[in-house]
């Protein structure tokens, strides 16, 4: 079983929709999940980071964590074709040297 | 200008060659990173280094080696490709800082700056 799992997709949804991305995980060790954000031919690029359980807000975009399900979501608003993307998402020991991936889920909105 | 430059972009060779892919930063972060990424595998780590003269193992270093040439300098070789090794390699740079005030919820964030990787095909 991989440390951290998460649907491939691809998933496609209209403009303005509300997206949500989903990953589970099963190393109870874990305080830090991020977010990357994978646009075609681009390397990943950080979208947000959470520290133990709870939401966190940035614009149009929420990051959610319960540590009690072992369970993280990303959710996007008012969703723009611009956001089409693969989307990781990473769970990290505090202290340790790595990140763990999931698999990505590929994301396109369609205008 | 990047910050994190990876070259060659793209790479066709065939199986018994060797072959180096070279990463570059001018970030001035002191940790380095090689992943490939696969489909339906995401990334994996291959070698990791926190320093000149730090180099560690990741999940899958079997048939890869690294060199630490200058703080700003990583390097991933494949001594004698095979056709497995065909995927996407990305370079990864991170600075990690012991924050001033202990805050458990800063401690520990070492966030990871990626190249524009390199896709690597072993025939």
């Known amino acids: 079983q991989k440390e951290v799992e998460q649907d491939p997709g691809p998933l496609s949804v209209p403009e303005g929709a509300i997206v949500s991305l989903n990953c589970t995980y099963s190393?109870?060790?874990?305080?830090?999940f991020m977010w990357y954000r994978q646009y075609s031919r681009k390397g990943p690029e950080l979208l947000m980071y959470?520290?133990?359980?709870g939401n966190k807000e940035d614009g149009r975009f929420t990051a959610q964590v319960d540590k009690s399900s072992k369970y993280i979501s990303l959710f996007i608003r008012d969703s723009q074709p611009s956001d089409s993307a693969t989307y990781l998402c990473?769970?990290?020991?505090?202290?340790?040297?790595?990140?763990?991936f999931g698999q990505g889920t590929r994301l396109t909105i369609n205008p | 200008d990047a910050d994190v430059t990876q070259t060659p972009r793209n790479r066709i060779t065939k199986t018994g060659k060797r072959i180096m892919l070279e990463c570059s930063q001018t970030?001035?972060?002191?940790?380095m990173y090689w992943y490939r990424q696969d489909p339906g595998l995401g990334l994996r780590l291959i070698y990791y280094?926190?320093?000149?003269?730090?180099?560690n193992k990741g999940e899958i270093s079997d048939g890869y080696s690294v060199s630490r040439q200058a703080q700003a300098k990583f390097s991933l070789s494949l001594e004698s490709a095979i056709p497995n090794q065909t995927a996407l390699y990305f370079c990864?740079?991170?600075?990690?800082?012991?924050?001033?005030?202990?805050?458990?919820?800063?401690?520990?964030?070492?966030?990871?700056?990626f190249g524009p990787g390199t896709r690597l095909t072993v025939l």
């Open positions: 990864a740079t991170s600075d990690f800082h012991t924050p001033k005030i202990l805050d458990s919820s800063a401690f520990g964030t070492d966030t990871q700056y």
């Open positions: 190393n109870s060790a874990f305080q830090y």
């Open positions: 959470t520290y133990s359980s």
């Open positions: 990473a769970g990290k020991i505090q202290g340790a040297q790595k990140l763990v």
């Open positions: 970030k001035g972060h002191d940790r």
């Open positions: 280094s926190f320093d000149v003269k730090d180099i």
